[in-house]
């Protein structure tokens, strides 16, 4: 199934449903990181929530930024998703594995670390961007984003995310966002029932796994809530703006002595993009081109 993201809307409006499908797109970001079974959860998980949290927003060119520092071996993770449908992301220590938890899962909250924070930036395209900290609820991913909009957006939210890697690679993931909206917030019968639902769900990824689509998904929880699936399917992939020209230009910044001691000593550049892991070479030809650009700006 293409990777995809699918709104909907359940009792009167009062509740808000997003639905994404990230296999492929968390698939392209193991390859690319060349990340562990745990490292592939944990980022995989991030990507979804963001393409989640990014679905809401209304103007063009909006982005979420979601950063993830625990005190687990993994490190951070930082993902940038947008309303587009676009993500990538990195976890500063991509090799790093753990024996499964408890429950025979990969231990996405181990590796994470259970004592940090969840830094969460919504760039609306104009105006300063809005910005936020919570501290880590268990480190699963799911339930700190869930916390954090409950605490910083006041919005009782019920976020799934999940990730299968297999010995092939990534076979399922993706999530579901569920928020009762402020018209609803006061049904508490609702309130329970929805709880009650999502709580006998073993996980996203099993649902995947038995082959239901987003809307059978939605329709399972939300069926009898005045259900409505709106009927735009949007495509979601894993996309990094870096260029070799944005690598340049970076380079230029670091002045003339630090590119003439590169073409001295290394005789050229290299640099490495954090969020998709594409390498850019640049030649003494090119570093001296730069410096030759220096000077005629100076005069």
């Known amino acids: 199934m293409a990777d995809q993201l699918i709104r909907a809307t359940a009792a009167g ?18 390859q690319r990181h060349k990340l562990s079974y745990v490292a592939t959860a944990a980022l995989g998980r991030t990507m979804s929530a963001g393409l989640l949290l990014a679905s809401s927003m209304k103007r063009d060119g909006s982005r979420v930024n979601i950063r993830v520092k625990g005190d687990g071996p993994l ?3 930082l993902i940038d998703a947008g309303l587009d449908g676009t993500v990538r992301g990195y976890v500063e220590n991509p090799a790093v594995e753990l024996p499964p ?4 899962k990969l231990d996405v909250g181990g590796a994470v670390g259970h004592d940090g924070y969840v830094y969460v930036v919504r760039d ?3 105006g300063y961007p809005y910005s936020s900290t919570v501290k880590l609820v268990s480190g699963e991913i799911g339930d700190d984003i869930a916390h954090y909009l409950l605490t910083s957006e006041q919005t009782p939210s019920a976020l799934l995310v999940g990730v299968f890697v297999g010995a092939d690679g990534v076979t399922a993931a993706g999530g579901i966002l569920i928020q009762i ?5 006061r049904d508490e019968a609702l309130v329970e029932i929805l709880e009650s639902r999502i709580a006998k769900l073993s996980g996203f990824t099993p649902l995947l796994q038995a082959g239901n689509t987003l809307p059978e998904i939605f329709t399972q929880l939300l069926g009898d809530m005045d259900l409505a699936i709106l009927p735009e ?11 070799f020209d944005r ?15 590169m073409i001295e000593k290394d005789e050229g550049a290299e640099a490495t993009c954090h969020f998709c892991g594409e390498v850019y070479q640049a030649s003494r030809d090119e570093l001296a081109q730069l410096i030759d650009d220096l000077r005629a700006e100076s005069v």
């Open 101 to 104: 938890n408890q429950k025979g």
């Open 233 to 243: 399917i949007q495509m979601v992939r894993f996309d990094c703006g870096c260029s």
């Open 181 to 185: 909206l402020p018209k609803a917030a």
């Open 124 to 126: 609306v395209g104009y």
């Open 75 to 77: 490190g951070g993770i």
């Open 13 to 30: 409006g009062g509740i808000r449903a997003v639905g994404v499908i990230s296999t492929r797109l968390t698939e392209e970001a193991r």
């Open 247 to 261: 690598v340049l230009g970076a380079l230029k910044m670091l002045g003339e002595a630090e590119l003439q001691d």
